[in-house]
């Protein structure tokens, strides 16, 4: 017996359990995550933590309550890394976005306007500027965000979840199955368990609609990114800055990072897979464009293997929606953060709970507001539109990379066992 059962232990799910402890300093929380932390998206990520972002062309007011929510949400994980000394590489350093080609340059003058527009103007950086700080002379110019913060995200995840108050447990490898309401609770079946619940909230992404909610409202798309060894001694070792991170100006182009211990980590590509699982050959394409990737940036760099290679699952929806809410009585969910979880989700995750506690604010008018997800068609209709559009954002990454025969930098059955690790 619990009061409160918490499903999913990713940003969303650690920051719920938190604001529930916190107003419920008594109360019996059980946090049931399906996989080990920061095995799923949460520890997969690149490790942007993003106060705004632009990933499609909402009425501004949709776009105003987005960006204050992110914003409270990095304020909130700066606030919980700061209190309990989380070890995460935390790095308050902005992010770029870079053009290679005149199409890109074009798409970076209209980001500035709509950073502008909501209050965080750009700083221009030409030519000369970018290849100081990434080392590659490739890119036309640049523009600089500073409010971005990077990080290690499995050691982000995992140190969340160390700090937890007192009053929390949580339970790693327990996939929820199903919930069934009896009488005034909720009964919460896992593989091995039955846990009765006063109050159920389901923060499990993209297994939402597989507990009865968001169903038919949700794309899966596997994303791809791989990691080289640590490039000191390598020729030609690329920029002067001790770490950056660049995030692609067009849809299916690549985010770049270095990191603090002097690796780049190349995320690119993406594939259609309603059962989350890429194929080899889906792996095979990715570490193609990967390599064309770091030939085009980093010519000096071109043989440097893969030390690390894999996949994570974004849940997306047509118009960016969510789900969020009471949707059956005592059952509180908050699902799909579009690729900016880290986040919107932990925003969204402490926001479920202050609902549930019947506490108002304008962050939560602001969540409340944003547009319920689009329906989705069938997966083999839907597969056929999504496959195309990223069939059309390969052939230009073709094009942009000059892609020629490389050899294969790991087998696709070799790269899919190796995940990002902290170290």
Known sequence: MADFVVIGAGFTGLA???RLAELFPTATILVLEADRIGAANSGRNSGFLLDI????DPPPAIRAARTRLQRGGLEELR????????????????????????????????????????????????????????GSSRFLRGLFHP???????????????TSLPGNVQLYENSGVRRLERRGSVIVVQTDKSRITAQKVFVCANGGTPGLGYGKNRLLKVSTFAAMTPVLDGWPGAFGEAESFGLLPTLLGGATLRKTKDGRLLVRQGAAFTPAGCPSAAEFGRFSEQARATVKRLWPELAKVPFEFIWSGVMSLTRNTGQVFGELAENVFVSAFCNGAGNTSGTMAGKLLADLSAGRSSDLLSDQMSLPSPRWVPPDVICGFFVNRQIAAENRKL????????????LSASTARALPWTPG
């Open 16 to 18: 719920c359990s938190r």
């Open 53 to 56: 972002s632009f990933y499609d």
């Open 79 to 134: 606030r919980v890394v700061s209190d309990y000394h989380i070890s995460c590489d935390w790095q308050a350093r902005g992010h770029l976005y870079a053009a290679i080609t005149d199409d890109e340059d074009r798409y970076l003058s209209r980001l500035a306007v709509r950073y502008a527009d909501a209050g965080a103007p750009m700083e221009e950086c030409p030519a000369d500027r970018v290849s100081e700080v990434t």
């Open 147 to 161: 409010g971005t913060v990077l990080v290690q995200p499995v050691a982000l995840i995992r140190g969340l979840t």
């Open 398 to 409: 073709e094009e942009v990379c000059e892609m020629t025969d490389l050899e294969p930098i």
